[in-house]
């Protein structure tokens, strides 16, 4: 009997302990939303959205994206006097740390910097530092076009322009009291350029490759750490994930020549397409992002879930979890939340933003 109680207690052990392992696989370490950071006299109902909304589904991380709307002082010519302020910015902050949100502020480096017809500050105060001056933004954009242009990129290799992107990360972490920063990095279809004199002839991997550890490398001066968008580390020909979901201009390769502890921010909006995992293997901590489709908002929580619960534990660790993305503005996204106004797609009125982010965290929360 004594034998008997003995082996019965190993089992419960075991059993036990395989549980508690189980259990700790399904709270997922990243349950993130981002958003574009609100306008100054939207500020307090957005306070309230993080009180109400996301400290109630248990959020705790904020990317809120910042860009060129905050009232820079570093760099007062990039600065929008309408944007946030230092003040705004602290008062964001207090409110995700009564939460313990983990506020993290995006500023779009690299690419993203126009959009159609209109051209982003940066370039628009530092014209000299454009990847492709020689294209010129047409008066009414449409895709596709000659010139294949999507957005601009500025030259990773001009000699000034990270003395000007570094002050901005700086002070807009600083602002927000931030141990990471998001720097965006999607999207980039123009780099490397046979019209740049500093850029032609280089390999695009190993272009995107050190503009990333540079970016990586300051942020570590201040002990933080690095979030990207993963797409253009995704090879968009073998994948058939296309050339805005992956890359087509063989950026891809930068994969194998970055810091694994840099944090990918994997998006997929039509389809949940598992490339956590290609990411995870390559050794990178991974976050999965829906945007306004709540099935593969569902799908994705499902999926990280798995992996995490049927993957070696070195592995399982790197899958962090999924992200809620909103690309509406976040005036517009609150207007839509909160039912003051509906723009849903007649073919799919649940096809938005709102009802994905309430059931991908429905999802997230059912289990715990």
């Given at each position: 009997?004594?034998?008997?109680?003995?082996?019965?207690?190993?089992?419960?052990?075991?059993?036990?302990?395989?549980?508690?392992?189980t259990n700790a696989a399904r709270v997922l370490p990243v349950r993130g939303f981002c958003i574009e950071a609100p306008s100054p006299n939207r500020l307090d109902d957005f306070v309230k959205f993080i009180e109400e909304e996301l400290a109630p589904r248990s959020v705790n991380v904020l990317i809120l994206r910042v860009d060129y709307r905050f009232?820079?002082?570093?760099?007062?010519?990039?600065?929008?006097?309408?944007?946030?302020?230092?003040?705004?910015?602290?008062?964001?902050?207090?409110?995700?740390?009564?939460?313990?949100?983990?506020?993290?502020?995006?500023?779009?480096?690299?690419?993203?910097?126009?959009?159609?017809?209109?051209?982003?500050?940066?370039?628009?105060?530092?014209?000299?530092?454009?990847?492709?001056?020689?294209?010129?933004?047409?008066?009414?954009?449409?895709?596709?076009?000659?010139?294949?242009?999507?957005?601009?990129?500025?030259?990773?290799?001009?000699?000034?322009?990270?003395?000007?992107?570094?002050?901005?990360?700086?002070?807009?972490?600083?602002?927000?009291?931030?141990?990471?920063?998001?720097?965006?990095m999607d999207e980039v279809f123009y780099l490397g350029e046979d019209q740049c004199p500093r850029c032609r002839g280089r390999s695009k991997a190993e272009l995107f490759a050190d503009e990333l550890k540079a970016i990586q490398g300051h942020l570590k001066k201040s002990q933080r750490q690095l979030w990207i968008w993963g797409d253009r580390l995704?090879?968009?020909?073998?994948?058939?994930?296309?050339?805005?979901?992956?890359?087509?201009?063989?950026?891809?390769?930068?994969?194998?020549?970055?810091?694994?502890?840099?944090?990918?921010?994997?998006?997929?909006?039509?389809?949940?397409?598992?490339?956590?995992?290609?990411?995870?293997?390559?050794?990178?901590?991974?976050?999965?992002?829906?945007?306004?489709?709540?099935?593969?908002?569902?799908?994705?929580?499902?999926?990280?879930?798995?992996?995490?619960?049927?993957?070696?534990?070195?592995?399982?660790?790197?899958?962090?979890?999924?992200?809620?993305?909103?690309?509406?503005?976040?005036?517009?996204?609150?207007?839509?939340?909160?039912?003051?106004?509906?723009?849903?797609?007649?073919?799919?009125?649940?096809?938005?933003?709102?009802?994905?982010?309430?059931?991908?965290?429905?999802?997230?929360?059912?289990?715990?």
């Open positions: 009997m004594k034998t008997w109680g003995i082996l019965l207690g190993l089992l419960f052990g075991v059993g036990c302990l395989r549980a508690a392992e009232q820079y002082q570093s760099r007062p010519e990039l600065a929008d006097p309408t944007g946030l302020s230092r003040a705004d910015a602290q008062k964001l902050a207090a409110a995700c740390r009564r939460h313990q949100i983990r506020i993290i502020p995006q500023v779009n480096l690299l690419g993203h910097q126009s959009w159609q017809s209109q051209l982003g500050k940066l370039l628009q105060v530092y014209p000299e530092f454009d990847e492709t001056p020689q294209v010129k933004l047409p008066e009414k954009y449409k895709w596709p076009n000659p010139d294949r242009l999507y957005c601009k990129s500025y030259c990773p290799r001009h000699p000034q322009v990270h003395d000007v992107v570094f002050a901005l990360m700086d002070e807009v972490c600083d602002a927000f009291g931030a141990d990471a920063f998001h720097a965006g995704l090879d968009g020909r073998t994948t058939g994930l296309g050339e805005w979901e992956a890359s087509f201009n063989d950026t891809h390769g930068a994969v194998d020549l970055i810091p694994k502890d840099i944090v990918i921010c994997d998006w997929h909006y039509e389809q949940p397409a598992p490339t956590a995992v290609y990411f995870a293997m390559k050794g990178f901590g991974v976050v999965s992002c829906p945007w306004r489709n709540p099935e593969v908002g569902v799908a994705q929580v499902k999926d990280m879930h798995r992996f995490r619960e049927e993957s070696p534990a070195v592995l399982r660790d790197r899958f962090l979890g999924v992200m809620q993305t909103v690309w509406s503005g976040s005036g517009g996204f609150l207007d839509q939340f909160y039912g003051r106004r509906t723009n849903a797609p007649a073919k799919n009125p649940d096809h938005t933003e709102a009802t994905c982010f309430r059931k991908t965290f429905e999802e997230i929360t059912s289990d715990r």
